[in-house]
């Protein structure tokens, strides 16, 4: 498995576990369904902070990438 995959397959097991537990109606339900939503916009709020204050002028200047094909002389 690539490590750049393991978002996909965490946001993957993460949406079938919702899944599931909207099926039941309960109480459990009602208070694992608040804390999913509480930690989602938890999660959302860090990285709007994160994007708001990022600044393109502080990276690193990369060397100029040349392809390997399709560029004419």
Do not use: I, K
């Amino acid at each position: 498995m690539l490590w750049s995959s393991l978002p996909d397959v965490e946001l993957s097991r993460q949406v079938g576990y919702e899944t599931e537990l909207f099926a039941q109606n309960d109480d459990a339900r009602h208070q694992e369904v608040a804390r999913l939503v509480v930690d989602r916009q938890a999660l959302r709020d860090r990285v709007m902070e994160l994007v708001e204050n990022w600044n393109a002028v502080q990276c690193a200047p990369r060397a100029q990438v040349t392809p390997f094909v399709g560029e004419r002389r």
